[in-house]
């Protein structure tokens, strides 16, 4: 298992559209997650791709062809601005969640 | 509900020392997960335990260990500290544990460093 994102950190400018990257490496059925760890707040769930909600104006869906799981919002606002954590685990058995290295997202204002 | 919460919140040791973590899950859950946060690595899975049994264990050496207690109180020791230990430790619990898909809720952290 192996989840990358390609980019350590992502500069948009307020109101421009975001797509923070996520790809995985995973033989079986996976579930993806989306994490973000805000300016001095604790790391929290942001979405999970089996809801397929729309959080905060994020959305993100599962590729299974490409084994992507990226991130979008069609509107960056100053509030974004954090870490962002993509997750995988398998849905079958006992496995612990697995994290790509993060993507700093900074949205200029 | 009172969230995770882990002590002390920062932690000074010297290399060749031994250190303890502490953290408490939120009232009910079951599962408590550590990592270990980096700048160079990200997170990184140390050890989940459920029902003060070790269930998954990450790619760490010995000199990491650790317990849950009855209450579901967990513990993590790292023996012998390297200078590579220096990191934010983070603790998770979940209702569940790792098999179902369930949320894990994260504490702080315990910012560790190693001189």
């Known amino acids: 298992q192996r989840v990358t994102q390609p980019e350590k950190l992502l500069s948009v400018f307020k109101g421009a559209p975001v797509e923070l990257k996520c790809n995985y490496s995973?033989?079986?059925?996976?579930?993806l997650f989306w994490y973000v760890q805000y300016s001095r707040q604790r790391l929290q769930l942001l979405l999970r791709?089996?809801s397929r909600e729309s959080i905060k104006g994020f959305t993100a869906d599962l590729n299974k062809g490409e084994t992507s799981f990226h991130l979008k919002k069609p509107f960056a606002q100053e509030e974004d601005s954090a870490m962002y954590y993509c997750a995988l685990k398998s849905n079958s058995g006992n496995t612990p969640l697995v994290f790509g290295k993060g993507t700093r997202l900074s949205v200029i204002a | 509900k009172a969230g995770v919460t882990q002590t002390p919140r920062y932690l000074i040791k010297t290399r060749g020392q031994q250190v303890t973590l502490s953290c408490s899950p939120i009232?009910?859950?079951?599962?408590v997960s550590w990592y270990q946060q980096t700048p160079g690595q990200g997170l990184q899975f140390l050890f989940e335990y459920f029902s003060e049994t070790q269930r998954n264990k990450g790619n760490f050496p010995g000199r990491f260990s650790g317990r849950q207690f009855s209450n579901s109180r967990s513990e993590m020791n790292v023996s012998t500290l390297e200078l590579g230990d220096s990191a934010l430790y983070l603790c998770?619990?979940?209702?569940?544990?790792?098999?179902?898909?369930?949320?894990?809720?994260f504490g702080p952290g315990t910012r560790l460093t190693v001189l």
């Open positions: 998770a619990s979940s209702s569940q544990g790792t098999g179902g898909s369930n949320e894990q809720f």
């Open positions: 791709h089996i």
């Open positions: 995973y033989s079986g059925s996976p579930e």
């Open positions: 009232s009910g859950h079951r599962s």
